[in-house]
């Protein structure tokens, strides 16, 4: 896929270490010919995404807290000035507390149930509503990160699945909206990673064990597999997909129970 995104711009959004997903869709996103921005948020994650940023050519990096208008005001007019146009945006941001990804989800606090929204899927809206303008003229791709906990249940993933289920609903609705002017929405579902993030949810090692053995192709989703999904979807191949949900797993959503040998 050399060279598919020769000519194209975007920002990435949720780049936390080397082993991050963002990082992954990034580095092919690179390798396929783009230039990107980038977003951290506060100093702590800033000084470990810089050395990232800068192997990939780039010194655009913006601090960004989603939560707060006036800070997404900022970062995008930044790079309204750098780029008066951009190609695509890549939305790998979500959170909870990791203290309500451990037991039931009839637990989960308001605060947390309004946190975990508001930063897993509202930001989507608020990035979509702001790149549109630099979009608009010539088209361009959104895309965000979801889980099969959205449409089934999976231990400990708790508000995180309610959060991804309205996020996945929201990939939707602004894949309806944007469409008209040639803006195309979409989600990549990985199986479990090993992630920074998804270290956080309880039972993680098993759920992804019990992943690898039963997927039918007795494999997880790397780094490369999801980076190449979504330089697919940002380059003209992706010209006729919007408001889908692709499924990186291995194939392991087609399952309706553990192989005979491990059930």
């Known amino acids: 896929m050399t060279g598919v995104l020769a000519g194209k711009r975007g920002l990435i959004m949720g780049v936390a270490n080397e082993r991050s997903i963002a990082w992954g869709i990034a580095r092919a996103m690179h390798e396929a010919g783009a230039e990107l921005a980038f977003t951290y948020q506060g100093n ?4 470990r995404v810089k050395p990232l940023v800068e192997s990939v050519g780039s010194d655009l990096l913006l601090d960004v ?16 000035d ?16 990791r203290n309500e990804l451990t037991g039931r989800f ?7 149930f309004k946190n975990s929204l508001d930063i897993s899927c509202y930001s989507l809206i ?9 979009m608009a003229e ?60 998804g270290a956080a949810i309880g039972g993680a090692r098993a759920t992804f064990k ?11 989703a790397t780094l490369d597999a999801v980076g190449g999904t979504a330089v697919y979807l940002a380059s ?26 491990n059930l």
């Open 44 to 47: 702590a994650f800033g000084k």
């Open 65 to 80: 807290d989603v939560t707060d208008d006036a800070s997404l005001d900022a970062a995008f007019a930044t790079l309204a």
């Open 82 to 97: 750098t780029w008066p146009t951009i190609d695509f945006v890549v939305h790998a941001i979500a959170y909870s507390d």
């Open 106 to 112: 009839v637990d989960t606090t308001r605060d947390n």
């Open 126 to 134: 608020e990035v979509a509503r702001r790149a549109h303008p630099m």
């Open 138 to 197: 010539n088209g361009g791709t959104i895309l965000t990160l979801t889980y099969q906990g959205a449409n089934r249940v999976t231990p400990f993933y708790n508000v995180m699945g309610v959060a991804k289920a309205a996020l996945e609903s929201a990939t939707r609705y602004l894949a309806s909206d944007l469409g008209p002017d040639g803006i195309r929405v979409n989600a990549i579902s990985p199986g479990p990673m090993k992630t920074l993030a």
């Open 210 to 220: 019990h992943a690898e053995e039963n997927a039918p192709l007795r494999a997880n």
């Open 236 to 261: 003209d191949a992706g010209a006729c997909t919007t408001g889908e949900v692709l499924r990186v797993d291995g194939g392991f959503h087609v399952l309706g129970m553990p192989l005979t040998e």
